[in-house]
């Protein structure tokens, strides 16, 4: 089901900002990047429940910001609901709260987590900036390899539009 996304530059959009909160999607984010690099989604005993080709990719955004001295931090929110497109109310509102210390808000994740966003922090003046762009949906063979890494083997990637012959709604 993943959404196959992949990372926009948008160091330019940063420059004017000198606080940047970086809200992460666990889900389709972390799988695009281990696709992208070839890398396991998860290595239990190296990076716990991380996905560390997702992580080595944030830290990659943060550390040139941090070079300029911009304040930079990360909120990946799992419980109740790890999905950003169906974040919670109160997930909302924590979000809410950590974003007013911040210029600018980056979202990684799809169109339906900068809506998220946006709708959360609608009567702020956060800048909400999208960090990536949907490219497909990713199809895979979930590989398990003891003791504790899960891979994504014959990885494909299946265009949003794959259907040949639509059925039109309400039609015949
Ligand atoms: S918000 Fe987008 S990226 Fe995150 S789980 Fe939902 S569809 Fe995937």
């Known amino acids: 089901m993943p959404l196959h996304l992949e990372p926009l530059d948008v160091s330019n959009e940063l420059e004017e900002y000198e606080s940047v909160l970086i809200v992460s999607c666990p889900i389709c984010p ?29 830290q990659e955004i943060c550390e040139p910001l941090e070079k300029r001295g911009v304040r930079t931090s990360v909120l990946t929110i799992y419980a109740p609901c790890p999905m950003l497109c ?21 979202v990684m994740g799809c169109e339906s987590a900068r809506y998220t966003v946006e709708h959360a922090l609608e009567d ?14 990713t199809n895979a063979t979930l590989k ?29």
């Not at 281990?34 to 990076?47: G, L």
């Not at 169906?86 to 980056?106: I, S, Y």
């Not at 059925?167 to 015949?172: D, E, H, V």
Request: aromatic share 6%; hydrophobic share 40%; net charge positive.
């Open 30 to 58: 972390p799988v695009s990047l281990a696709a992208e690099r070839q890398s396991p989604v998860i290595e239990f005993f190296k990076s716990g429940i991380k996905t560390r080709a997702y992580e080595d990719h944030l």
């Open 86 to 106: 169906l974040w919670t109310t109160g997930q909302r509102k924590r979000l809410l709260k950590r974003a007013r210390d911040f210029e600018a808000v980056l």
């Open 124 to 137: 702020t003046d956060c800048k909400v900036l999208l960090a990536m762009q949907l490219v497909g949906i």
């Open 144 to 172: 398990s390899r003891f003791p504790s890494t899960i891979a994504l083997d014959n990885l494909a990637r299946v265009r949003a539009n794959e259907v040949e012959n639509p059925t039109s709604i309400g039609g015949r």
